[in-house]
């Protein structure tokens, strides 16, 4: 960089420019282990350290990672279902919980969630129709009014209201059940969904159909997403940008064209290495990435990933990496000491 400022700098300046969404700094959550007579916290897992992204209006951001690697989390910490040891998440420039930011319940308002588990989602004392006017009754909305956007919702997400508005939810399909799902969260008006693995459970024919409803959705209702799923094709089909997350932290953010075609960070090549190929001439004959994923509860030092790197040297095993910005594209962004000049990354440039 010619103005000698540093990349973490110029990532920074790139962030502040985008003017985010939804813009999360610092998140932490550490779960207690109880353990002896006394059921002391002998231990802690680690499931999100120090996570930070911003999400631009209208967009769809991915986030993709190993089971275990705090997705799910994430999104709960958003949603604050919950509470955070540490960081800030700021909706439309307002920070929430705070005293002069945005209150918890009016953020829920603007902020819903689809859940993976469509069944466990719903009441299953209540017919579909109540379950869609709960939300809105509960926020004050009248009645007779909520009714009427549960039936009209209904319609948008593709089922008939006049058949499907006394039923039960183990009278509907898997599909069916999600299509209320996404009928309920969007009853409140939102402006933000956060979509936790919520085609994952679905037959192929079927999650491709509810795929098309949310983007059809998004477009009607003027919508931002958080779209978590470990299928990275999903992902690839739906979203703008992917994040992707290693054992609570963040490795790599980016456009997901340029992610897709050109990762740079070796997780996130191993992890798009992984997805199976219909070209017979393309079969790997190793695996990508060998070895399991470290014990969240006591993670490796320095960069997590540095027991898994084939690029791995003394310095990884020191300091964590920061995201950071390499080449021209301020946009995507890597925490990888191994893309510093000489480093023997493929990747890096050569030393001057």
Not at 23 to 31: A, H, M, Q, T
Not at 68 to 94: N, Q
Not at 174 to 192: D, E, F, H, K, T
Not at 243 to 253: D, S, T
């Amino acid at each position: 960089m010619t103005d000698g400022s540093s990349p973490g700098a110029a990532a920074t300046a790139a962030r502040q420019r985008i003017d985010p969404f939804l813009e999360v700094r610092g998140l932490k959550k550490y779960f207690p282990v109880k353990g002896g007579v006394l059921n002391r916290t002998i231990a802690n897992v680690q499931a999100v350290d120090d996570v930070s992204f911003d999400v631009a209006k209208g967009e769809t951001l991915g986030i993709v990672g190993e089971s275990g690697c705090g997705k799910s989390t994430t999104a709960r910490l958003l949603m604050r279902l919950i509470e955070p040891d540490s960081g800030t998440v700021h909706f439309d420039g307002r920070l929430i919980g705070a005293d002069n930011g945005i209150p918890i319940r009016e953020m829920r308002r603007q902020v819903q969630m689809v859940f993976q588990d469509s069944y466990s989602s719903l009441n299953a004392r209540l017919p579909v129709e109540e379950t869609v006017a709960f939300g809105p009754i509960v926020h004050g909305i009248p009645r007779p009014e909520a009714r009427e956007r549960a039936r009209r919702l209904l319609y948008d997400v593709g089922l008939d209201a006049s058949r499907f508005m006394k039923r039960y939810p183990h009278e509907l399909s898997g599909g069916q059940r999600q299509r209320v799902n996404v009928a309920r969260a969007l009853a409140l008006q939102p402006r933000i969904l956060i979509l936790d693995e919520a085609v994952s459970a679905l037959d192929k024919s079927v999650e491709a159909q509810v795929l098309n409803l949310l983007l059809d959705l998004k477009q009607e209702y003027d919508l931002t997403y958080v779209f978590i799923s470990h299928d990275l094709n999903v992902v690839q089909y739906v979203s703008d940008r992917v994040l992707v997350m290693y054992l609570g932290q963040v490795v790599e953010i980016g456009p997901v064209d340029e992610i897709y075609a050109n990762p740079r960070h070796p997780y996130t090549r191993a992890l798009l290495s992984s997805r199976p190929s219909m070209d017979p001439e393309l079969r790997i004959t190793e695996p990508p990435l060998s070895g399991d994923p470290p014990n969240p509860i006591n993670p490796p030092s320095g960069c997590r990933f540095h027991t898994r790197c084939a690029f791995a040297n003394e310095v990884c095993a020191r300091a964590s990496p920061v995201l950071s910005t390499f080449g021209d594209d301020t946009r995507h962004e890597i925490a990888c000491h191994m893309l510093s000049p000489g480093s023997g990354h493929p990747d890096a440039p050569a030393p001057s």
